[in-house]
């Protein structure tokens, strides 16, 4: 069983910039594909970011061109570095991994097997 913890939330202002870290544990980091995914209230969890194990990178066109995912496998940590943020990046923020071998819609919560507790992120105006 992997276990994530997410850090590095908070309250910015527009156009500030945020990092959030996502510490994994319990399994090989580097067997693992991670997601960052976003649930505003109200709305559905919604795809973020991907980096697979052999850094295969994908975006959000919400987030392409302002955010930026990496992974420090030394570390066992994926981060999310957030720039230019909008009020409308506010949301609770979730890291999710599944096995890097594994195909399918990566840009969807349900294929993901292990999610952190999520960090809060508040974008005021």
């Known amino acids: 069983q992997v276990q994530l913890v997410e850090s590095g939330g908070g309250l910015v202002q527009a156009g500030g910039s945020l990092r959030l870290s996502c510490a994994a544990s319990?399994?090989?980091?580097?067997?693992?594909?991670m997601g960052w995914f976003r649930q505003a209230p109200g709305k559905e969890r919604e795809f973020v970011a991907f980096i697979g194990g052999s850094d295969n990178i994908y975006y959000s066109d919400s987030v392409k061109g302002r955010f930026t995912i990496s992974r420090d496998n030394a570390k066992n940590t994926v981060y999310l570095q957030m720039n230019s943020l909008k009020p409308e990046d506010t949301a609770v923020y979730y890291c999710?991994?599944?096995?890097?071998?594994?195909?399918?819609?990566?840009?969807?919560?349900?294929?993901?097997?292990?999610w952190g507790q999520g960090t809060q992120v508040t974008v005021s105006s």
């Open positions: 319990g399994r090989t980091f580097c067997s693992l594909a």
């Open positions: 999710g991994s599944r096995l890097a071998r594994l195909g399918g819609m990566v840009t969807m919560a349900s294929a993901y097997a292990s």
